[in-house]
């Protein structure tokens, strides 16, 4: 079964600074998607990235950006220039090719210092 | 933006009850799933839904549970008879395309079974 790990359960920042979150996972697929969804204090997750494993090129969304190792099945989030608003719960998600179903990691809770 | 907008946010129950979890997902989505997350532990899939039917769902989803699309434009999660551990938080999300992994999440239902 696949699984996914963060190691990291809290993580600070402060504002205007970058920061990475780590992501590890275990599969035997080759076909599957990662994922980091953000869960802010108003509960809803939302997607912030996404990254097929057939693309060699890290995906890249405006300040946030991965680092998808695929070998060492690696999939750390960094985000540059930190804002306030970043604060929130970061899940990574693991989805296999033909599955609807995502695996999540335990989260880790961002704060962003003023 | 169309959100997913779930009811109640909060809802407790006694051992043995039953309860009907109630989300309004994106009109114009497809695809519709049932999350839950217990306290302290990982988001867990429990099941999705597609062209009236379960498409796929996890050993969590035993006969207690059942969804329904009752009416083409809300979604219920029931469980037949409550037990101390499905309390939880339980999150609807929907998508447009199952393949992409892009979910629409709710605030999600804090469920309490005492």
């Known amino acids: 079964a696949q699984t996914v790990t963060q190691s990291q359960p809290e993580m600070s920042v402060q504002e205007a600074e970058t920061v990475t979150l780590s992501c590890t996972y275990d599969t035997s697929e080759s076909d599957y998607y990662l994922f980091w969804y953000k869960q802010p204090p108003s509960r809803q997750m939302i997607l912030v990235i996404r990254?097929?494993?057939?693309?060699?090129q890290n995906a890249t969304e405006n300040r946030f950006s991965v680092n998808f190792q695929k070998a060492a099945k690696s999939f750390s989030l960094k985000i540059s220039d930190s804002q306030l608003g970043d604060a929130a719960m970061y899940f990574c998600?693991?989805?296999?090719?033909?599955?609807?179903?995502?695996?999540f990691g335990k989260g880790t809770k961002l704060t962003v210092n003023p | 933006e169309p959100e997913v907008t779930q009811t109640p946010s909060h809802q407790v129950t006694q051992m043995g009850q039953e309860v009907i979890l109630r989300c309004v997902p994106i009109s114009n989505h497809l695809y519709f799933y049932w999350y839950r997350q217990i306290l302290g532990q990982k988001v867990e899939f429990l099941v999705s839904?597609?062209?009236?039917?379960?498409?796929?769902k996890s050993e969590i989803f035993d006969d207690q549970f059942s969804v329904e699309r009752p009416d083409g434009s809300n979604f219920t999660l029931k469980i037949r008879s409550t037990k101390l551990e499905d309390s939880a938080m339980y999150f609807c999300?929907?998508?447009?395309?199952?393949?992409?992994?892009?979910?629409?999440f709710g605030s999600g239902t804090q469920l309490s079974v005492l």
């Open positions: 999300a929907s998508s447009e395309v199952a393949e992409w992994g892009k979910l629409f």
């Open positions: 998600a693991y989805k296999q090719g033909g599955s609807e179903k995502l695996v």
């Open positions: 839904f597609y062209n009236n039917e379960i498409s796929e």
């Open positions: 990254q097929e494993a057939y693309k060699q």
